[in-house]
């Protein structure tokens, strides 16, 4: 099981790479990352730029933290659906509205026990520390 910095270093340090399996400590250790980011950038926008985000509705801060966090989050969450047994390119069905429901249980899903399609199991890589997820 990966801890909450081991998962943001390994997000960033993958940072456009969406081969391979990501566990799901990895995958929802990083969602918490981005919702605190996004949190924190929102209030930094509204106490340093209040009259943009009052007027013009604009976050600068939150804008640039998002654009640089896009690329890695898109890749740990097709590294996620790899865990699962299942190609990126399933996303895409989160575009009908009702493909987010098994999107959200493939993410929240176990992954397969050793190899797949995909790579080797994120959680053997580790060893002992590697028992549950």
């Given amino acids: 099981m990966m801890s909450f910095t081991?998962?943001?270093?390994?997000?960033?340090?993958?940072?456009?790479?969406?081969?391979g399996r990501a566990s799901r400590?990895?995958?929802?250790?990083?969602?918490?990352?981005?919702a605190i980011m996004q949190f924190t950038t929102i209030f930094s926008d509204a106490l340093l730029f209040s009259d943009l985000v009052l007027e013009y509705d604009f976050f600068p801060i939150n804008?640039?933290?998002s654009l640089a966090t896009?690329?890695?989050?898109?890749?740990?969450?097709?590294?996620?659906?790899?865990?699962?047994?299942?190609?990126?390119?399933?996303?895409?069905?989160?575009?009908?509205?009702?493909?987010i429901i098994p999107l959200l249980i493939?993410?929240?899903?176990?992954?397969?026990?050793?190899?797949?399609?995909?790579g080797d199991d994120p959680l053997q890589e580790g060893g002992a520390n590697a028992i549950a997820n």
């Fill in 6 to 19: 081991e998962s943001i270093g390994t997000c960033f340090s993958k940072y456009g790479v969406a081969s």
């Fill in 25 to 34: 400590s990895e995958y929802w250790w990083f969602q918490l990352f981005l």
């Fill in 63 to 65: 804008t640039v933290a």
């Fill in 70 to 99: 896009f690329i890695p989050s898109m890749c740990v969450y097709i590294r996620r659906l790899h865990d699962v047994d299942r190609s990126g390119w399933w996303m895409f069905i989160a575009l009908t509205c009702v493909g």
């Fill in 106 to 118: 493939w993410v929240c899903s176990k992954g397969t026990d050793g190899p797949n399609d995909f």
